[in-house]
């Protein structure tokens, strides 16, 4: 079974420049997440999603954050304009449902870096 | 609410001695919890998880977990340490919120694996 699948591994960019990160999830996984990882601290949720709907986006910075997903599979997350303190890993990560105590899984995440 | 603490940031251990990665959690709810792991460079894999059955779970790589609802407790240990067991791990509890399943991390425990 395919896991999830992410890209860019690895992206530097200058502030105030724009960045867009792409998910694709395990097929079947009704539910896609977002979440920012800076070094040295576990992993914050950003978004949730429930097939093409927004669960949570309640720690989303909306001001510069976007992500959508159009046809209730794969995903885009959009930095614009990025910040220093942006730099982070950003990792996917899908579950069949959003139902509690289902099993989440990640994929490998992209590495951000603004400089 | 929910949250989890892993006591401590960095463990380190020499190889074929135990390993004991201790975390306590909070939670409104019948808490689901997780273990995962992740190595350099790489993406979040689940270690295990406990989802209220059994207390002691056992996960991959001879790892295993026991849940003390009394100590609200969620200790990860293994038996014997091995050297590719040399990464982060990140204890978990999974919480409903208003829009369902949602993951919250404790900050991490390093664990290093010397000769």
């Known amino acids: 079974e395919a896991g999830v699948a992410q890209s860019p591994r690895y992206k530097i960019i200058e502030k105030r420049q724009s960045v867009a990160f792409w998910c694709n999830p395990i097929?079947?996984?009704?539910?896609l997440y977002w979440y920012q990882q800076i070094l040295g601290q576990g992993p914050k949720l950003l978004i949730q999603f429930q097939n093409n709907g927004v669960v949570d986006d309640s720690q989303l910075p909306k001001d510069r954050f976007s992500a959508e997903r159009l046809k209730g599979v794969d995903s885009t997350l959009k930095i614009q304009p990025a910040k220093l303190e942006d730099s982070a890993v950003y990792l996917c990560?899908?579950?069949?449902?959003?139902?509690?105590?289902?099993?989440?899984?990640f994929g490998e995440g992209s590495w951000l870096t603004v400089v | 609410a929910q949250s989890v603490t892993q006591l401590d940031s960095h463990v380190s251990v020499s190889e074929g001695t135990p390993v004991l990665l201790r975390c306590n959690y909070s939670s409104s709810y019948s808490p689901s919890l997780f273990w995962y792991v992740q190595h350099p460079n790489k993406g979040l894999q689940l270690l295990l998880k406990?989802?209220?059955?059994?207390?002691l779970v056992k996960g991959i790589n001879g790892f295993e977990a026991e849940f003390k609802k009394s100590e609200t407790s969620f200790h990860l240990t293994k038996p014997s340490a091995h050297m590719s067991d040399a990464a982060e791990y990140f204890c978990?509890?999974?919480?409903?919120?208003?829009?369902?399943?949602?993951?919250?991390f404790g900050t991490g425990t390093q664990l290093k694996v010397e000769l």
């Open positions: 990560a899908s579950s069949i449902t959003g139902i509690y105590g289902n099993t989440i899984y």
């Open positions: 097929s079947g996984h009704a539910t």
């Open positions: 978990v509890v999974s919480g409903i919120t208003g829009g369902g399943n949602k993951l919250t």
């Open positions: 406990y989802t209220s059955a059994a207390t």
